[in-house]
């Protein structure tokens, strides 16, 4: 999963992506509201944590505006305002959360998976098909009763595919969900993480759950 984080304070803003990346998120950054505005706009992010007090354009203006151009990405304001109006103003202006300063980071963690799991219908936070269970939040991998070691970026890709069940997800896809903006698109990176994640999730069972769609991407299913 892709977070966009825009804050000034250069300090917190590498503590949230520090322990985002340690969470497996791909985490792009921006530290005033024009930069993170045209991120936001241009890239494709699954949440975005978005400051309110931000030099050249306020957490709130870069709410409303991608929100009038009907942009969905769950948006997870912070700010050190702490009264009913500027909750209010937050949550009208189209964030779907809020968040006080000063926050525990595990918090801030367990509020952007609620809003993942919010933003796709999810119910339980675990991900699940025939045998194979995945928990975003506790980063485990269990097959057939096994657990399964996976890398940050292999998890990611996992479940990536896991929220997309029986849909294709094409490299383009995975590229942008699983990487930062500086990751060179060009490469097949994204094939040999794909290859190693299908050894260790499909290799020792004989129902197999990854699959390549040639010429398109991957697909997790029951049926090829």
């Known amino acids: ?45 699954d949440c975005i944590v978005l400051d309110i007090m ?18 969905r990405t769950p948006i997870l304001m912070l700010t050190a305002k702490v009264t009913v109006e500027d909750k209010v103003a937050g949550l009208d202006s189209g964030a779907d959360d809020y968040m006080t300063k000063p ?4 918090e801030l963690r367990s509020r952007i998976h609620a809003l993942l799991r919010r933003s796709t219908g999810e119910i339980s936070p675990m991900l699940t098909l025939v045998d194979l269970s995945v928990d975003p939040i506790k980063h485990t991998v269990i097959r057939d009763g096994t657990k399964i070691i996976l890398t940050p970026k292999e998890f990611s890709i996992l479940e990536l595919l896991m929220r997309h069940m029986d849909e294709v997800v094409t490299r383009t896809m995975i590229t942008e969900h699983v990487w930062d903006y500086n990751f060179d698109g060009m490469s097949n990176v994204v094939d040999v993480f794909v290859a190693s994640l299908r050894r260790k999730i499909d290799k020792k069972s004989p129902h197999k759950l990854i699959h390549t769609i040639h010429g398109v991407g991957y697909k997790i299913s029951e049926t090829a």
């Open 1 to 45: 999963m892709r977070i966009l984080v825009v804050e000034d304070e250069q300090r917190l803003s590498s503590v949230i992506k520090k322990g985002l990346t340690e969470d497996g998120f791909a985490v792009d950054t921006a530290f005033d509201g024009e930069d993170g505005l045209y991120l936001a706009e241009s890239e494709t992010y």
């Open 103 to 106: 926050f525990a980071y595990l």
């Open 54 to 71: 931000l030099p050249k354009l306020d957490g709130l203006e870069v709410c409303r505006r991608l929100r009038n151009k009907k942009m």
